[in-house]
């Protein structure tokens, strides 16, 4: 592949500006991420149940992904500085930006889809993702989650919640079992 049509373009750029661009990219994200939290958790309409926190927390947001794609796009991209880098890491290194954006997109994405009304469809994936080696967190989960009225896929629940009671079973965490059930 010949980018000697590019070299003009990239001769100048640094690598290292890209973590503006991610640190720009949190500065949009955080302020909305805040905005969309206290609207949807303070609505005086409908009160939020722990489970939906928990699953707009994980599954929506997915808090601790974006704070570890954060943190290693700018340690990434603190290991190219200067303009003595060659084309080829400038390349990688806007390749690696522009992933990185579409990852911290996705969250938006999702923020929307939640708040349009499309629950189940983060809530069945947050449910199988819980294991017994969360055991607090599972029992909580489900414990919120049978509290409310559920209207939407009642099989599929029913089937995660099964399997998570023979999980506990399987792994002997037989007081985990009993909880849950």
Known sequence: MDIAY???VLKNLD??????????????????AIVFLTDILNSKKE??????KMVLS???????????????????????????VSLSVKLISILAALILIFLFWTPFKKIL??????????????L?????RKADKLFRAWNSFWSEKSEFNERDFTS????HIDDAI????????IQLS
Do not use: C, M
């Open 6 to 8: 590019l070299e003009p």
């Open 15 to 32: 690598p290292s500006l890209f973590q503006n661009i991610i640190l720009g990219v949190l500065a949009i994200f955080i302020p909305f």
């Open 47 to 52: 009160k939020r149940s722990e489970f939906e």
């Open 58 to 84: 994980d599954e929506v947001l997915g808090t601790k992904k974006i704070f570890w794609l954060a943190i290693a796009g700018i340690v990434f991209f603190a290991f190219f500085s200067g303009k003595d």
């Open 113 to 126: 889809r939640f708040s349009e009304g499309y629950k189940p469809e983060f809530e069945i994936p947050f």
């Open 128 to 132: 199988k993702k819980l294991n017994t």
């Open 160 to 163: 995660i919640f099964i399997s």
């Open 170 to 177: 399987k792994h002997g965490e037989l007081n985990l079992a």
